[in-house]
C-alpha cells in the first residue's frame, strides 16, 4: 500500500539486476514477497555493495504508488495513463513490454494520482485491484480479463474519496493487496454488510465465503498458523482478527481504532502465537492467540505506545523487527517485548508519510 507523493524519479522503472540472474528464486510476486514477511528466498546475502550500481535496463512509466512484482522472467506495474489505472507487464531480463491492460478509472488526491494496491502473480494468472475497488484476474500471457469483481456494484462498497474525514479504503483508495491462499484468493472488500473479507476461488471468481462487518483499512491480509490453527490474519479499520481459511469464521477479533482509521501496516506473526501491529496513533502493540478448548483467545502480550509507525511495516528476522520507527530513526525492536535495542538516525524525513 502507498499514499505519499512519489519523487520526480519515480516516474521510470529502473531494474538492477547485480549479476543475479532471474530465477524462480529471485520471483517477489505479491506484497513483501513469496512468504508476504520481507524475506527474498534463494538468494544469498550481499557482503557488499559497489558504489555505483549500473541499471540493466531503465523504462519510463506512468505514475502510481504500487510495488512491482516480478516471476518467471515476467514484471508486472500497475500504473496510471490517460484517466486508467492500467497493468503493464515487462519481460524482466531486458524490460521489453510485453502486454498493457486499462482495467479501471484512475484516482487521485493531495498525495498524487495512480494504482495503489501492489498486483499478485500466481501461476498464469495476475491480480489487479483499483483505488476505487475494481478488482480483475488477467491472463499472465497477454493481460486478457479472465474474471472481475466491483466492491461497489457487488457489495455495496461505496467509495467516498476524500469527502469524509474518516472512511480507511473508501477515503484513500482500496490499497490492500490481495492474498492467494491454495486455491482460493482472500480480497479485502471492506463492505460493512458482512464482507470485510471476501474469498474467491481465484480461477473462477466464484465466491466461496465473506466475513465481517468492518470497512477495510490499507492494510494487506496474511496467513498464519497461530495457536496451531491456520487462519488468515486481516488488520481492517476497526480491528485486528484472524478468520478460518476454509469457511471465513470468525476465530478472534480485537477491536483497535486509530485516527480516520489509518491503519496501513501488514501484521506481523512472530512464532506460533503472537501478532505485532502498529499505527502512527497508538503505537504498537503485540496481541497472543492461545487456544482454550476448542476456542481461540486474544489478549494484549504487550504495548509500546511510543513507536507510532504510519506507512512502513517492519521485517522480523529471528526475534527482532527492523525498520522505521518515530522521526527519523531506523531502529531495531525486540519482539519479545517491544523494546528499542538500538536506533539509527537519518532515516527519511521525520514524517508521518515517512515509507520503505
Given at each position: 500500500m502507498r499514499h505519499v507523493p512519489p519523487p520526480a524519479h519515480l516516474a521510470h522503472l529502473t531494474v538492477l539486476l547485480m549479476s543475479l540472474s532471474v530465477t524462480q528464486g529471485a520471483d517477489w510476486p505479491q506484497w513483501r514477497g513469496i512468504q508476504r514477511d520481507g524475506h527474498a528466498k534463494g538468494e544469498q546475502a550481499l557482503s557488499t555493495l559497489s558504489a555505483e550500481l549500473t541499471p540493466s535496463w531503465r523504462k519510463s512509466v506512468g505514475t502510481g504508488f504500487a510495488a512491482p512484482v516480478v516471476a518467471r522472467d515476467t514484471?508486472?506495474?500497475?500504473?496510471?495513463?490517460?484517466?486508467?489505472?492500467?497493468?503493464?507487464?515487462?519481460?524482466?531480463?531486458?524490460?521489453?513490454?510485453?502486454?498493457?491492460?486499462?482495467?479501471?478509472?484512475?484516482f487521485s488526491d493531495e498525495w498524487g494520482i495512480g494504482?495503489?494496491?501492489?498486483?499478485?502473480?500466481?501461476?498464469?494468472?495476475?491480480?489487479v485491484q483499483s483505488c476505487k475497488g475494481e478488482f480483475a484476474c488477467l491472463a499472465l500471457q497477454d493481460g486478457r480479463p479472465l474474471w472481475r469483481t466491483d466492491?461497489?456494484?457487488?457489495?455495496?462498497?461505496?467509495?467516498?474519496?476524500?469527502?469524509?474525514q474518516e472512511g480507511a479504503a473508501v477515503r484513500r483508495g482500496?490499497?490492500?493487496?490481495?492474498?492467494?491462499?491454495?486455491d482460493r484468493i482472500v480480497v479485502p472488500v471492506g463492505s460493512t454488510n458482512g464482507a470485510t473479507l471476501v474469498c474467491f476461488n481465484k480461477l473462477t471468481g466464484a465466491m466461496l465465503w465473506r466475513s465481517m462487518n468492518d470497512e477495510s483499512a490499507y492494510s494487506s491480509p496474511i496467513l498464519a498458523t497461530l495457536a496451531g490453527v491456520p487462519q488468515v490474519v486481516a488488520f481492517t479499520a476497526d480491528a485486528l482478527a484472524g478468520v478460518n481459511r476454509s469457511n471465513g469464521a470468525v476465530l478472534w477479533r480485537v477491536p483497535i481504532r486509530s485516527d480516520a482509521k489509518r491503519h496501513a501496516l501488514s501484521p506481523v506473526v512472530v512464532g506460533n502465537d503472537r501478532v505485532i501491529v502498529a499505527?502512527?496513533?497508538?503505537?504498537?502493540?503485540?496481541?497472543?492467540i492461545e487456544a482454550?478448548?476448542?476456542?481461540?483467545?486474544?489478549?494484549?502480550?504487550?504495548?509500546?505506545?511510543?513507536?507510532?509507525?504510519?506507512?512502513?511495516?517492519?521485517?522480523?528476522?529471528?526475534?527482532?523487527l527492523y525498520g522505521f520507527t518515530t522521526g527519523q530513526d531506523y531502529a531495531c525492536i525486540r519482539s519479545e517485548d517491544g523494546v528499542v535495542q538500538w536506533s539509527q538516525p537519518g532515516f527519511g524525513k521525520g514524517v508521518k508519510t515517512d515509507y520503505a
Open positions: 514484471l508486472i506495474l500497475l500504473e496510471e495513463q490517460g484517466g486508467r489505472e492500467v497493468a503493464h507487464a515487462f519481460k524482466a531480463s531486458d524490460g521489453s513490454s510485453l502486454w498493457t491492460t486499462p482495467f479501471a478509472e484512475s494504482p495503489r494496491s501492489t498486483p499478485v502473480m500466481d501461476g498464469d494468472r495476475v491480480y466492491f461497489s456494484k457487488d457489495f455495496g462498497v461505496v467509495f467516498m474519496g476524500t469527502k469524509v482500496h490499497n490492500g493487496s490481495a492474498l492467494i491462499d491454495e499505527s502512527h496513533s497508538f503505537g504498537m502493540v503485540c496481541i497472543r482454550t478448548g476448542s476456542t481461540l483467545r486474544a489478549s494484549t502480550a504487550w504495548h509500546n505506545r511510543t513507536l507510532k509507525i504510519n506507512l512502513s511495516t517492519p521485517t522480523l528476522a529471528g526475534e527482532h
